[in-house]
């Protein structure tokens, strides 16, 4: 055996990790609660991107009135006061949940969640690259 470079205890041990080795799968409620997780982040990240609209000018918070009155064209350019609220509102509740766990992201952290919330969806029933949120 040492002429095909292997010890005795060498081949012994890939012999044993080859019948014993075991995957265990995740329990259902697992996966639900990193779906959850992963979605609450995504989310709380792209509310960040609303918020600096409104914060620069590019969107404006209007009342529901001037929204129903507003042409398709013109609603792209605003949101809704008591969306806005709510939106803030469950901004808030995600950093209670999360603490120290929504961001910001690099590009490459963005990807790794993107990628594990596609991979988990797909595991639960979704399509491929379902990242809706």
Known sequence: MKS???EPSDLI???TFEREFRREFRPLSDLMEAEDKLT???WYGRKWGIIDAVESGREKRVPRAVWEAATSEQRRGMI???IWDGMIAAMKSAEQRYP???GPWTDFEWGMLSGKLSAIRWMLGDEWDMLDT
Do not use: A, K, P, V
Request: proline share 0%.
């Open 4 to 6: 095909m470079g292997l």
């Open 13 to 15: 041990e890939e012999i």
């Open 40 to 42: 609450t982040q995504i």
């Open 80 to 82: 809704i006061d008591e």
């Open 100 to 102: 120290e766990e929504l």
